[in-house]
């Protein structure tokens, strides 16, 4: 794979910074990789190398590149931290091929920034996302460096994202309440590979880093929000052994809240009036009523307002439709997987507490009949299952 090209442009009052991806070992067209935001943060996009070097690392790893060579020089912490990283995807899923050679010449210094960087965290208006600013604001002082005084707002990374538009308004509302800058950014990061697997696996910790080293000029810390506490981490693209590894020199990338069970996440959002009146977590965008941010009924939904129910912030959840949480619906909606099994057994003894053993026994009767099905295999094997396919057949177009 090489990156040349990489440009600022301007156009309909926005700003972008553009890379020419071009495949070298796998049939891929060339595509420009991009970052974009308004006129008004415009001046803080850079144009070296370190978006893109981390933008493209795992989708070349995953497609079979035998190198990344990019057209300006590399920083050495980066690089350093980029082989780190794809050691470790490929020794948690067994890929079985050496890591890319990150071809560029060493940058023998950091970047010219801003002599006090400011530190940002990802704001989507999940609860992991505003569980880690409350925990920045109750740890950081003010004008402490580590406190986020940044907030990026990004379109084009989820698989179906609310509307923009819908976002922009409650979540500026929020950044002002929050005393944050909110920063809109737009990306097409995942046209290198866009598909769910490659993302969840391997991609998503690398793409946020990519999008805090495109605003290098502006920030040298960014918060990445762990969506998984201690007890039940497995091999997934956004975990603490990796996330650390996209850091440069001037961008420290943290991954934050992993002491944290969800729980305790969400108790922090509801204790927090303005993070409860932005929580966006629905997974059927198109399916919501006007006049709120959630539909009420998915997955997510259902197992956020279970959470709220418990911790008796339900009636200030304004972003959702009233719902009538009974039984029945608890076992029509809930699907259980490896990624949110943990988050149902949490809820059981805190719902028998305040007396719904009606939705605690739903909860308990999907559980007996997810291990039932036999899901007690190994994470990282379940990992190598769904990635295996795609990576055989991307072998085949080398």
């Not at 605003?215 to 007890?231: M, Q, S, T």
């Not at 001037?250 to 409860?276: C, F, M, N, Y």
Request: charged share 25%; proline share 5%; hydrophobic share 40%.
């Amino acid at each position: 794979m090489k990156i040349a090209n990489i440009r600022l442009e301007s156009a309909h009052a926005r700003m972008r910074a553009v890379g020419t991806v071009t495949w070298e070992d796998c049939r891929r067209p060339s595509q420009d990789v991009y970052f974009e935001t308004t006129e008004e943060f415009g001046g803080h996009l850079s144009t070296d190398t370190d978006a893109f070097l981390t933008a493209a690392v795992m989708p070349a790893l995953a497609h079979g590149e035998r190198r990344l060579l990019i057209e300006g020089e590399i920083c050495p912490v980066l690089r350093d931290g980029l082989v780190t990283a794809m050691g470790l995807v490929s020794h948690w899923y067994q890929l079985r091929r050496p890591p890319l050679v990150l071809d560029g010449k060493a940058r023998p210094t950091g970047a010219s920034r801003s002599s006090a960087p400011r530190s940002a965290v990802f704001v989507s208006g999940d609860i992991d996302s505003l569980a880690t600013l409350r925990a920045n604001r109750l740890n950081y002082p003010p004008r402490h460096p580590a406190a986020a005084q940044d907030g990026f707002l990004v379109c084009g990374l989820e698989e179906q994202p609310p509307a923009f538009k819908d976002l922009l308004a409650p979540l500026s509302d929020f950044a002002r309440a929050a005393d944050i800058r909110l920063i809109p950014i737009h990306t097409n990061l995942r046209c290198l590979d866009d598909s769910a697997e490659l993302w969840s696996d391997l991609s998503e910790a690398a793409g946020l880093a990519s999008i805090a080293h495109a605003f290098k000029l502006r920030i040298g810390k960014a918060y990445i929000a762990a969506r998984h506490d201690i007890p039940n981490l497995s091999p997934q693209a956004s975990h603490p052994l990796l996330d650390p590894n996209y850091s440069s020199y001037d961008v420290a990338i943290r991954h934050d809240g992993v002491a944290r069970s969800r729980l305790a996440k969400t108790k922090l959002v509801a204790e927090w009036d303005v993070a409860l009146a932005a929580l966006t977590v629905c997974e059927r965008a198109g399916d919501v009523s006007a006049g709120y941010l959630n539909c009420g009924e998915c997955e997510k939904c259902l197992r956020t307002l279970l959470t709220l129910l418990v911790l008796g912030a339900i009636e200030r959840a304004t972003t959702f439709p009233r719902i009538d949480l009974s039984e029945e619906i608890a076992l029509s909606t809930i699907t259980l997987d490896r990624r949110n099994v943990h988050f149902y057994r949490e809820l059981i003894a805190p719902l028998q507490a305040i007396g719904r053993d009606d939705l605690a026994a739903s909860i308990q009767r999907r559980l007996d009949r997810y291990h039932a099905a036999g899901w007690r295999r190994p994470l990282a094997s379940f990992g190598r299952h769904r990635l295996s396919g795609r990576l055989r057949g991307t072998e085949r177009d080398g």
